[in-house]
């Protein structure tokens, strides 16, 4: 067996290294959990030890080079300080890949950092793939195999879980025993010295038994490679991301908007969305959201119809999916007076629909009303809410769980989430209805939360890099970086964007002649090096309307700042103010942001966010993510923006950022736009160097 990934999660022949016979050893637990008679694990478990020719009934050797058959799976145990050196004796024995269980690696300082290194280097040179270390280890349920931490094998399902906290792949095991949730298989990335998220993910799509991909993640090694690793998945099924570590203690002082505007949280969740995967901010709600999709279809709709035995619980649940973007609307008149028509005289068919407390029709009236939403085309999700005497009454489980398959085999795609507020006593129920895949949440708040982040987004692949030839570099570049403005409107103007009519100009005779030729009013900005916020200090000169205006401007820009040129431009009109930036992440590469620029920039922050490049189609979605979308359809007099016009700017901005390869960050604020079109008054470049990301 030389694949990694089925010697990792299929192994014929797994060795313990530090395994003992001592219940308190790691070494012990791992050969009870893989012989464990209750898992059912098929292939051969190997001891590793000194000088014990035998430990807990499994066959011991000296090393992996002694053990007579080729071993698949290495799990170590052994003190961080031994690893190296066990490490060299897998790559001798030709393992393909191990484990390290161990801690006392980079977590614990500098002292673990080098042994880590020095783990990876042996590793590397010999030709051994590493998950960990510091981890809680690998589960295949198929093949009853648990190399892991966990006291037993949970369920077999069709979640598999990616998880670099190990505490979570002990919750995998207890949320399978409490809620019938069934898992495929789980690996703990630890601290990632080799094998990453992105790695697994790639294994995990391709994995027949996996349906549903939960993902907890603290850190992202390689976060391009993780974007186009989930976009490719979710073509095929559902991932789920917790992203833990959401809010660093200090962000990086910014020279530009663009760069305030995309700090690492906005860039991490801006990719993991456009990627397709459902984000979640709670491990409890990542396995529950899982568990839903496993069972039920995705949300492809935003209409939800209530079915309640209490209005009070009705309304409740009503609020919470609303203020997660969800909507309860009123059903037609038709539906109405149909489900009306099974209703007591007191009911409300409008939606939620209220069946009061008339128990002795409950199965009956659950029954009629779950088919009839899940048949209907006017709700995209059915969600009956069990509360009390209706949860508690095993024929109102029995009747929704056949409506259900009812509506399945007719054809229906609607997912079915039932919102559980009952006793204990009504558990049995619960169970009864998860057994047959109709997930139930705890109370309304849950319900909501879980349905909310079942919403699928339309998935399309990640846009590439259009044939284009590379940007040059142009030659006026300060020592920050700062490529001056005339050299960049200069390169913007060469490949076609809409800016503003400009000169560089470089005494004040000859901008008051420049500023005559272009049409009064004008503006003035002086270039100097190093000159970052012209604004703030006084070196921008708008509504100058004669050239002795201009003429004086330039003469007071000399004196105040010292000699130098200055860019003159045709003042844009009124219009609405927007923003267009890109910049390059040290882990997803090229991005690119829009929304509203200034003063609407700096009161609101809003902006949306995309890995470039990117297409039209997507460009469109970023419109639609800002809070003050309204004003680009007109505000206050200003007439509304060519919407089609900004959205193909945006995808062609982020092409060609893409082909400059040595531009790390780009900011186009403010844009005016007047509903004829677009111009672009400042804009600001800072040259790195960088390699190309498509």
Same mark, same amino acid.
Request: glycine share 10%; proline share 7%.
């Given at each position: 067996?030389?694949?990694?990934?089925?010697?990792?999660?299929?192994?014929?022949?797994?060795?313990?290294?530090?395994?003992?016979?001592?219940?308190?050893?790691?070494?012990?637990?791992?050969?009870?959990?893989?012989?464990?008679?209750?898992?059912?694990?098929?292939?051969?478990?190997?001891?590793?030890?000194?000088?014990?020719?035998?430990?807990?009934?499994?066959?011991?050797?000296?090393?992996?080079?002694?053990?007579?058959?080729?071993?698949?799976?290495?799990?170590?145990?052994?003190?961080?300080?031994?690893?190296?050196?066990?490490?060299?004796?897998?790559?001798?024995?030709?393992?393909?890949?191990?484990?390290?269980?161990?801690?006392?690696?980079?977590?614990?300082?500098?002292?673990?950092?080098?042994?880590?290194?020095?783990?990876?280097?042996?590793?590397?040179?010999?030709?051994?793939?590493?998950?960990?270390?510091?981890?809680?280890?690998?589960?295949?349920?198929?093949?009853?195999?648990?190399?892991?931490?966990?006291?037993?094998?949970?369920?077999?399902?069709?979640?598999?879980?990616?998880?670099?906290?190990?505490?979570?792949?002990?919750?995998?095991?207890?949320?399978?025993?409490?809620?019938?949730?069934?898992?495929?298989?789980?690996?703990?990335?630890?601290?990632?010295?080799?094998?990453?998220?992105?790695?697994?993910?790639?294994?995990?799509?391709?994995?027949?038994?996996?349906?549903?991909?939960?993902?907890?993640?603290?850190?992202?090694? @390689? &976060?391009?490679? !993780?974007?186009?690793? #989930? +976009?490719?998945?979710?073509?095929?099924? /559902?991932?789920?991301?917790? =992203?833990? *570590?959401?809010?660093?203690?200090?962000?990086?002082?910014?020279?530009?908007?663009?760069?305030?505007?995309?700090?690492?949280?906005?860039?991490?969740?801006?990719?993991?969305?456009?990627?397709?995967?459902?984000?979640?901010? @709670? &491990?409890?709600? !990542?396995?529950?959201? #899982? +568990?839903?999709?496993?069972?039920?279809? /995705?949300?492809?709709?935003? =209409?939800? *119809?209530?079915?309640?035995?209490?209005?009070?619980?009705?309304?409740?649940?009503?609020?919470?999916?609303?203020?997660?973007?969800?909507?309860?609307?009123?059903?037609?008149?038709?539906?109405?007076?149909?489900?009306?028509?099974?209703?007591?005289?007191?009911?409300?068919?409008?939606?939620?629909?209220?069946?009061?407390?008339?128990?002795?029709?409950?199965?009956?009236?659950?029954?009629?009303?779950?088919?009839?939403?899940?048949?209907?085309?006017?709700?995209?999700?059915?969600?009956?809410?069990?509360?009390?005497?209706?949860?508690?009454?095993?024929?109102?489980?029995?009747?929704?769980?056949?409506?259900?398959?009812?509506?399945?085999?007719?054809?229906?795609?609607?997912?079915?989430?039932?919102?559980?507020?009952?006793?204990?006593?009504?558990?049995?129920?619960?169970?009864?209805?998860?057994?047959?895949?109709?997930?139930?949440?705890?109370?309304?708040?849950?319900?909501?939360?879980?349905?909310?982040?079942?919403?699928?987004?339309?998935?399309?692949?990640?846009?590439?890099?259009?044939?284009?030839?590379?940007?040059?570099?142009?030659?006026?570049?300060?020592?920050?970086?700062?490529?001056?403005?005339?050299?960049?409107?200069?390169?913007?103007?060469?490949?076609?964007?809409?800016?503003?009519?400009?000169?560089?100009?470089?005494?004040?005779?000859?901008?008051?002649?420049?500023?005559?030729?272009?049409?009064?009013?004008?503006?003035?900005?002086?270039?100097?090096?190093?000159?970052?916020?012209?604004?703030?200090?006084?070196?921008?000169?708008?509504?100058?309307?004669?050239?002795?205006?201009?003429?004086?401007?330039?003469?007071?820009?000399?004196?105040?700042?010292?000699?130098?040129?200055?860019?003159?431009?045709?003042?844009?009109?009124?219009?609405?103010?927007?923003?267009?930036?890109?910049?390059?992440?040290?882990?997803?590469?090229?991005?690119?942001?829009?929304?509203?620029?200034?003063?609407?920039?700096?009161?609101?922050?809003?902006?949306?966010?995309?890995?470039?490049?990117?297409?039209?189609?997507?460009?469109?979605?970023?419109?639609?993510?800002?809070?003050?979308?309204?004003?680009?359809?007109?505000?206050?007099?200003?007439?509304?923006?060519?919407?089609?016009?900004?959205?193909?700017?945006?995808?062609?901005?982020?092409?060609?950022?893409?082909?400059?390869?040595?531009?790390?960050?780009?900011?186009?604020?403010?844009?005016?736009?007047?509903?004829?079109?677009?111009?672009?008054?400042?804009?600001?470049?800072?040259?790195?160097?960088?390699?190309?990301?498509?």
């Amino acid at each position: 067996m030389t694949d990694w990934q089925d010697a990792l999660f299929t192994p014929r022949r797994v060795a313990v290294a530090g395994a003992s016979a001592a219940a308190s050893k790691a070494g012990a637990l791992f050969l009870r959990n893989l012989t464990a008679v209750e898992a059912g694990f098929a292939g051969e478990v190997i001891a590793i030890h000194p000088s014990a020719s035998e430990i807990l009934g499994c066959p011991a050797y000296p090393s992996f080079g002694a053990v007579p058959a080729p071993v698949d799976l290495a799990i170590i145990v052994t003190p961080p300080a031994a690893v190296p050196e066990v490490i060299a004796s897998c790559g001798a024995a030709g393992v393909p890949v191990a484990i390290v269980i161990s801690g006392g690696f980079a977590e614990v300082g500098p002292r673990g950092i080098e042994l880590q290194r020095e783990v990876a280097r042996i590793a590397a040179g010999r030709g051994v793939r590493i998950l960990g270390p510091n981890c809680f280890g690998v589960i295949n349920t198929a093949s009853g195999l648990n190399g892991s931490l966990s006291i037993g094998l949970p369920r077999r399902g069709g979640i598999s879980l990616l998880t670099q906290s190990g505490a979570y792949g002990m919750a995998a095991y207890s949320r399978s025993m409490d809620d019938g949730i069934g898992f495929a298989k789980i690996a703990a990335l630890g601290n990632k010295i080799d094998i990453d998220e992105a790695e697994l993910l790639e294994f995990l799509g391709r994995d027949p038994e996996t349906k549903v991909i939960a993902v907890l993640l603290e850190s992202i090694s @390689d &976060g391009r490679r !993780l974007f186009e690793a #989930a +976009a490719a998945v979710v073509m095929r099924k /559902p991932v789920v991301v917790l =992203k833990t *570590g959401r809010h660093p203690g200090a962000q990086r002082a910014a020279a530009s908007h663009t760069a305030a505007l995309s700090g690492d949280v906005a860039v991490i969740y801006a990719a993991l969305r456009q990627a397709g995967v459902h984000l979640v901010e @709670d &491990g409890l709600t !990542l396995l529950d959201v #899982a +568990a839903s999709l496993d069972r039920q279809p /995705p949300l492809r709709g935003r =209409k939800i *119809g209530i079915i309640t035995n209490s209005g009070g619980a009705g309304v409740e649940l009503t609020d919470l999916l609303e203020s997660k973007g969800l909507a309860v609307p009123a059903l037609s008149p038709g539906l109405q007076a149909t489900i009306a028509s099974q209703l007591p005289p007191q009911g409300s068919a409008v939606n939620p629909i209220d069946i009061t407390t008339d128990w002795q029709h409950f199965a009956a009236m659950y029954e009629f009303t779950v088919e009839a939403l899940m048949t209907s085309g006017e709700v995209d999700a059915v969600v009956p809410i069990l509360l009390q005497r209706s949860a508690l009454m095993p024929e109102v489980s029995d009747a929704i769980i056949a409506a259900s398959a009812r509506a399945r085999q007719r054809g229906s795609l609607k997912p079915i989430h039932v919102c559980w507020v009952a006793p204990r006593s009504a558990d049995a129920n619960r169970e009864k209805l998860q057994a047959a895949e109709v997930p139930c949440h705890a109370w309304p708040a849950a319900t909501a939360a879980v349905l909310a982040a079942t919403v699928s987004r339309p998935l399309r692949p990640p846009a590439r890099l259009s044939a284009r030839e590379p940007i040059p570099q142009p030659a006026a570049v300060d020592d920050a970086g700062w490529v001056a403005s005339a050299a960049a409107f200069s390169l913007l103007q060469q490949a076609g964007f809409p800016v503003a009519r400009w000169a560089l100009v470089t005494d004040p005779a000859g901008a008051a002649m420049a500023a005559a030729k272009m049409q009064f009013p004008v503006v003035l900005k002086a270039e100097r090096p190093k000159l970052t916020h012209k604004s703030d200090a006084g070196a921008v000169r708008p509504g100058l309307t004669d050239g002795a205006a201009v003429a004086k401007a330039f003469e007071d820009f000399s004196r105040r700042l010292g000699a130098g040129p200055a860019l003159l431009q045709r003042q844009a009109g009124p219009g609405t103010e927007l923003i267009l930036g890109a910049r390059c992440d040290p882990r997803f590469g090229p991005i690119v942001i829009a929304g509203l620029g200034g003063v609407w920039t700096e009161i609101l922050d809003d902006v949306a966010l995309r890995l470039a490049p990117i297409e039209a189609e997507e460009a469109r979605t970023m419109l639609d993510e800002l809070k003050g979308q309204k004003v680009l359809s007109g505000f206050r007099g200003c007439p509304p923006i060519d919407v089609a016009g900004f959205v193909r700017l945006i995808a062609d901005l982020s092409q060609w950022f893409c082909a400059a390869i040595w531009l790390d960050e780009l900011d186009l604020n403010p844009i005016i736009a007047d509903g004829n079109g677009f111009t672009i008054v400042d804009a600001r470049m800072r040259a790195g160097g960088r390699s190309t990301i498509a």
